[in-house]
């Protein structure tokens, strides 16, 4: 079970191409705690959206996203 901080990679980058990267906090297998969402090609710099902010329970609780 993962629990602490660490980066999750996800290939299919929730449907908007390239891949999706979560860097943050960790628990019981779900993002919970301050966590960085990047999906597009937004971890490169490139396209894409970002949400930084807090976790719950593997769902976004407060925070911003950029597009």
């Given amino acids: 079970m993962m629990s602490g901080q660490g ?9 908007i191409g390239g891949k999706a990267i979560y860097v943050g906090s960790l628990r ?5 705690g301050y966590g960085e969402l990047f999906w597009g090609n ?4 490139g396209d894409g959206e970002v949400y930084k902010g ?9 925070g911003w996203v950029r597009l």
Avoid: A
């Fill in 7 to 15: 980066t999750l990679t996800y290939k299919n980058g929730f449907g």
């Fill in 28 to 32: 019981h297998n779900k993002r919970d």
């Fill in 42 to 45: 937004s971890h490169s710099g």
């Fill in 54 to 62: 807090l976790w719950h329970n593997d769902q976004r609780v407060k």
